[in-house]
């Protein structure tokens, strides 16, 4: 996916995409500490006459259903490029609060409206790249590990119908675990250490060229 | 097992025994939030004239081999009861740590430390309770789950070969996880929030009486 | 009295019950240290599979007036149980404070009040446990145990008119008064170390069932 | 009682002393906020040419034991005039935590060591004067005011044997308790508000004089 | 000056007044560490029946200007006798920020505002007692010192002519100051230490009687 | 060049490497967050199975002769590889602090001093990468970029002569600075953000391969 | 340049002069600890009877475009004479934030708003004293030196054109750059330590006088 | 007097001359924000050139009993030029403390201290420059000032009969009281806020000189 000189991309997401930002929009310093700010970094370097500005609109505990109610604030930042890595927080909720079920998103509602958010991209012509969320465990058939793959495969079927970008960033990580395990990696399976951001930010400048 | 009256019992063991204890012995308002703590409260209110006096000296972070360290400081305290939960760290450092090899305790020296200091209370004539490690994982063909009920079984046979108490606080967690997944127990499958707590206080209060 | 499974519990009362719970209403993680958060673990312990929803409401400080006051919130919490117990601060002003006459609730103003909160759950089909309020005092005598005794009267008298769950805290504190000082219980008589705490979380459990 | 011109009174005694004085030894600003620095504002104002020189020893949570060891430093003070309070730890270490019995002082080993301390100080030719312990509890057949009455009966009998001076600060406060619920003046029945620690300056103020 | 049996005082002035004091307005335990406070403890210990209820209103830095305009609010707390300590930041303005003439109060801005305070008192029938501003410095020609007298003749004036009781803080400090230097009392020759806040309460107590 | 699996590698320097690393020695989550952390994850990102251990043992404020003196820990590590970068502090003290010449290192003893210690490496077997010192300073005729340039050089001499891998930092930021303003990169032209960070850990990257 | 006596002279700037300042205006003992607050202090000494009363009105991070948003408040201080030193974030952000140009401010608008703020203070006849913005860089062929100098020429030019007072603050620093190197006087080339404020208000006591 | 070019003067004193300097001794960044650290950039501004490392020794609370005490220290700093400027708190005592008198320095004590400190620097071959105490009191009958100004003359004395330079620091500020009220300088009379301090360091720049 091509990305234009002097142009802006918007990440918008949980807390992997917000990590600690600046508000009312992380920018430059502001970045935090997670994938966001390791991808500017990384393209800077690569790519330091290219002028590309990143900002960071991700939000701490963030599911789709908080993500399409600030989408005008999202909107408003006039980047050209919008990347939106979103629905761990939407399966979570299912298993760590089963006694508060409208706090989860379910399936049919995470597919709705990103179809929706998907499609007002391209109709207000922003680039858009679609990223899967993840889970940071290597069993399949656990049963968070598997619904969390329903929901990697909405994103991807909606990637492909309406011809946008796409990563997988499950696939980031199941590369990684079959030599670690996933404590290696994160706490809880959900926010990585250093090495599972870099994983993301290398996986996009892999994406993502100017 | 049978409790003296007017006899004191201290807890041995890790962040789980620990959870904020006072220094350098956890004792009364000092006993920190965890399951030591919920025991002793418990344990007031169904034997209100029994006179038991808990002791808290878990220690965050120690595996068998710390613990192993500081026996004498242990033994000093008097106790007439010594229970002993150890061996989370001891595997757990083997998967989130496999860069530092040194920071995990293999099994054969587990069992060798933990067969030494038994029979070391046998000897001083200490009543004494072994509690197994355990991991909120009800996997039991994950990895760090087998490996943990290996050294569950190394506890168990222990405390048969000298003769005695053991509570199998991996089964106090399994029957949780029959209906609760993970998450509802633990961000981390290691530290359990209060419900895990008061599982093992529970178990801990059918386990012994006066 | 039996608890509907997944239904929802609250706890209105004061600093015995709130003991600082999360706001705007106490739940999971935020339930606080007090009896409420040792009844929540202890009932799921007991019946992990009946997913009970526990609910905090309880503020420092609260007499009855206060909680008349914010009444129309408790009930918007569409709790189907409603657990009560007020009426400790409604006494102990008339003796700490006797210059602030106003900041105490006389017995005539407590009845009134509990009728009415009473019979507006019973309108609304709610189900109701009245706990009586406390004072970890032994001697009955004593001028500010005789009041608490007199309000804890009219608990029970109106708990009976309405045929309504009742709980006399006072005997649970009395039972452990006959061998403790209220010294061991609490500092100042009122607010109770864990120990009771857990006294009234096992005698929660033992009058409600699923 | 008379007290010299330019003389130091030192006062040495538990948490009622203490009051946050400063350390090694407080004096002036460092007098803290209790009885101490009450009386010397007291003193200040009504005798402004003659000025005593106070001094605050006191420890929080001292018993008489604790004064015991300290001993040597209170003495190299080298104040003339020497003013003890303590007793009230000695007495409620055996209420509030009679599961360690070491807390405590009982009744001989708090006469021996007074007398013994009071006999040293009429060696070294100090003025003494020495104040009973309290209890804010009217009724005199509490289990704690009785003890609390006997451990005073000890310090005045002490008093009158070596013929030093002596205040009954037990009195002071069965003078206010007439009037007064204990919750008036202390939440715990022993750590006195702004008015009972001027109710012990005042009563210090009648008993010496320059 | 007579004061009915559990009436309410309140005290109006700037930061001798308020000392930390609670908001909206001190009572009880919110009194703050000045002369309110220990004035309040000694009436309570001499007069223990009376049940006199004591308000602070007092605000850091003050001058009568601001006393009016919170006037309304000093009125509404209903207490039955006022007490008005106002005008040393009027004149210290004068001398420490000359370059901000706006910040201190004239003279003739101060006589009448004090007159229309006073008279309002008199109309709403408010028993007042008016004290004096002081300054901690015995030389009478110094300039401040001297601003300040005039300005206290003006209180004693007023309250001569409205016939409302009269409290000379001046003498009071003038009394120490004859065999103290003012560093004794205050470092900045204002702010006194306990002592000169004990000798304001004392005064207090000679002037106000059941 | 060339690193062992399952080695250890350590990282010796300034603030820069230091960047609030760990005591005693940095490693895992206290890697500090520069270039080392940087490195490690995108190391175990590409070569996941390698197994290399990151040890971060920088000093903010070092210069060579500190470096000098802590180097027997340094050695103590046990690391099979060790990268140094040291020498911006000897250079930057003898512009910022020209009155204190005992803080700078000269050219002469920094050269000594490299040398030994560079040889000590050899003789221990230590496989070795220096890292030149850097200023981002695009002119390289400006004084202190001068003086930089000719520790640089004396740095890669020293590679040169025994042999060891050399990595020419100062040449990373001047392949950035065609384009960049120093401002982009670093505040005061010494610490660098995240840009210039990533930058080291990629050269690094390039530099060293399993 | 001539000022009057007990007239006000107002700092408008950036964070060279705010440093710290009280809000809403700084003045006395909240003039902050920059290059104001030391002209102040050099102003009292020199002219003890004058009586000039100095406020601050800066903020740190403002450019021209700042100041022309606030130009009300700041004349709304009635102070007769205005001293405005602004420019260096208007230069400097062009160069540390190229991927924001909206944050600078380019030069014919620096010039334009200028202009019409000099003008409105002709109009209202406040005496104006205009400093030009510096950057602590000795080579003047560096290009944001460059660029600084350039804006400095547009103050001076204007402060020509409306015949107000000029302070070239560039060249101040100037002649201390002939011998210190940049970092003795500022770590990041714009926020000069105690050496560069002093050299500000020295320069500043030549160019006003009573 | 003349400072040799890249000499050292060390400042010794009390509060006057720590305020929040670094320790062990203060230099650069940490001279504090009195006096010294105003002189250090007065005289960078000056000379350039001329390279005076300037230290700072005070101690807050010294008395010349105390600088006797860490005379050894100061020495050690080899500063070739000493600045002593004590007394302060030797009177001060006396009259703020007087229930204390060990710890103001008498007359002669302090006289024979001075006499044997400014013998030692004369025999280390140290230029020194004696600077008097100083209180900020126009009244020269007021008790303190009279003392102080006694306490000044024999500092004058010592600096005649062994020939170093004096800085008669009381005439400073008298020179400002002439149109200024003391707590336009300083709330206590001691310690002077920035206006006093730039004047005492002033006055050093016009004593010293290249």
């Known amino acids: 996916m091509q990305i234009a000189p002097k142009s802006r991309i918007v990440f918008i997401g949980d807390s992997i995409t917000d990590c600690g930002r600046s508000r009312p929009i992380g920018e430059a310093a502001g970045l935090g500490n997670g994938y966001v700010a390791l991808f500017d970094a990384c393209w800077r ?15 701490s505990g963030d599911t789709i259903r908080d993500v399409s109610k600030r989408w005008g604030d999202a909107i408003d930042s006039q980047a050209e490029t919008v990347a939106l890595m979103i629905g761990i927080n939407d399966v979570w909720r299912q298993f760590d609060r089963p006694d508060r079920p409208e706090l ?6 995470y597919t709705q409206t ?25 069993n399949r058939s656990e049963p968070m590990r598997a619904m969390m793959d329903r929901y990697g495969d909405v994103v991807k079927g909606i990637a492909g119908h309406y011809g946008v ?13 079959v030599s670690m395990h996933p404590y290696e990696l994160a706490d809880d399976r959900v926010h990585p250490r250093t090495t599972g951001h870099m994983a993301l930010a290398l996986a996009l400048l892999d994406a993502l060229h100017p």
């Open 104 to 109: 989860g998103v379910p399936l049919d509602e």
């Open 45 to 59: 370097v690569r790519y330091p006459v290219h002028g590309l500005r990143v900002l960071n609109f991700g939000v």
């Open 165 to 177: 970008a796409c990563l997988d960033t499950q696939q980031v990580f199941d590369r990684l675990l």
């Open 114 to 138: 990103l179809d929706r958010l998907t499609r007002d991209l391209g109709v207000r012509k922003r680039a858009t790249v679609l990223l899967t969320p993840f889970f940071i465990e290597p």
